[in-house]
């Protein structure tokens, strides 16, 4: 059409070769994608090994934001990789540099960071810091949460899946509900800014559950893998002011939420929360694997000298990354990029609802939207079957969507902050033709 093209149906002969290759050598254990190999990608536009061209609209797993390979990022790895690998704890040019440059664009309050690798892994030191500054060990934390997969960051989470048959789960979770705005069956999004029934049932909650050694709470800005689940106005600054009352600690999961995903650099700033802990990965390094957590000098106080550490955190390459990733923030325009570009799309996906009997919902802010499919929009059954068709029929046509949702009916649509008006017309007109000719 213009940006992209698909000679011939997925996966094309190279791809297919490869994948059957890839599926003897590493275990095919992880979700369904469109079958095709990637080989190179630039800012939204991806290419596979048989030459076919693709809009990107995942971002990896919303990874990407300032575009795939953007020059100045891989300049900085290559300088980096250049002077040095790796060297544990100890102090280098680059990782000095990143810390400073990424406490300066925080909120103010949050004067120290730590750097480690995965978002997990950033979730795990969150949850210690929690535990050991309180002395206590409950952590609230909500039904549907997205953490990571390892034993304590599933442990906090609220799906069933990363925790299935690897329990016992971590002790000390004290689980409430989020509300979800498209199913709230109990009304907890309706008396905000209040919200008086959700907060006289997070007491009851946590009256009945907790062993009297509550050490915090660990949220996301909006649950991502639950389907991109955004809780109403105002009900996470009450949440965060509820915590503060209780004298709780209180952790933002921004792994995914930060770097202008949502239309804002960070998401704590769409309700000032001033959160005592906040988490990154994902989009701190758009790309190269580095994530973070951020305090303040007091919460980190908590632990002496060897309490915390990490193999690969803050290892040159990645605090390189850390770097460069700020400074294309500081020079392109990208949040208010996400904010504009988020708007368009999104209101061409309510326009495209308006033709397709299936999608349900479509919610999100900036460039990190959701759209929910259903068997009937009048009874909001789930329908995952339609799932696997839509991000093939995509794909075919040069789209490539990924998918979420406790009910597996969610199509995600997280392009990189760098899209365009000409890249978000064509996919949404790739999209629309998929949707339309939709059959259940
Ligand atoms: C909100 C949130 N927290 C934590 C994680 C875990 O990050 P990682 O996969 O890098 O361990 C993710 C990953 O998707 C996430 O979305």
């Given amino acids: 059409m213009g940006i992209t093209n698909v000679k011939h149906s997925l996966p094309g002969p190279k ?3 490869l994948l059957e290759k890839w599926n003897k050598y590493e275990a095919d254990v992880v979700g369904y994608q469109a079958p095709l190999v990637w080989e190179s990608a630039k800012g939204c536009v991806v290419s596979d090994v048989d030459g076919n061209t693709f809009i990107d609209w995942t971002s990896g797993v919303l990874v990407t934001n300032v575009g795939h390979c953007h020059p100045h990022l891989l300049q900085a790895a290559r300088n980096a990789s250049e002077d040095l690998l790796n060297n544990y704890e100890c102090a280098n040019t680059y990782r000095i540099e990143a810390a400073e440059k990424l406490v300066r664009a925080l909120p103010k309050h949050l004067d120290k960071c730590f750097f480690l690798t995965t978002g997990s892994e950033a979730i795990e030191a969150s949850l210690r810091l929690m535990k050991r500054k309180t002395g206590n060990f409950e952590i609230i934390s909500f039904g549907g949460g997205f953490h990571g ?12 899946g990363p925790k299935k048959k690897y329990g016992p789960v971590i002790p000390g979770v004290i689980r409430a509900q989020f509300p979800n705005p498209y199913r709230d069956p109990l009304g907890f999004c309706d008396d905000g800014p209040d919200f008086r029934k959700y907060f006289d049932y997070l007491d009851f909650t946590v009256n009945t559950d907790s062993t009297g050694s509550l050490a915090g709470v660990v949220v996301e800005p909006y649950q991502g893998a639950s389907g991109f689940i955004f809780p109403p106005k105002g009900w996470l600054k009450k949440l965060r002011q509820w915590a ?3 004298n709780l600690l209180f952790t933002l999961d921004e792994v995914q939420a930060s770097y202008g995903r949502t239309g804002r650099m960070w998401a704590m700033e769409h309700e000032d929360l001033l959160p005592d802990i906040v988490v990154f990965g994902k989009g701190i390094g758009s790309g190269i694997p580095v994530s973070a957590v951020c305090s303040t000098s007091e919460i980190f106080s908590c632990l002496k000298k060897g309490e915390m550490s990490s193999t690969l955190g803050g290892n040159p390459v990645a605090s390189a990354g850390v770097v460069a990733v700020l400074e294309i923030f500081e020079k392109e325009n990208l949040v208010g990029n996400s904010a504009k570009m988020g708007e368009y799309i999104k209101n061409g996906l309510e326009a495209i609802a308006q033709k397709c009997p299936y999608l349900g919902d479509v919610r999100g802010m900036g ?15 789930p329908a995952p079957e339609l799932i696997k068709p839509i991000i093939n029929n995509c794909a075919n046509n040069g789209l490539l969507v990924g998918s979420v949702g406790m009910y597996g009916n969610v199509i995600r649509v997280a392009p990189p902050l760098t899209i365009n008006k000409q890249e978000a017309d064509e996919s949404l007109a790739i999209m629309e033709k998929v949707l339309t000719s939709l059959k259940l």
């Fill in 149 to 160: 997969r390892t034993p304590g960051a599933a442990s906090v989470g609220g799906l069933a």
């Fill in 367 to 381: 460039l990190v939207m959701g759209m929910e499919f259903v068997k009937d929009k009048a009874t909001k059954e």
């Fill in 15 to 17: 791809s297919r070769e």
């Fill in 244 to 246: 503060r009352d209780k």
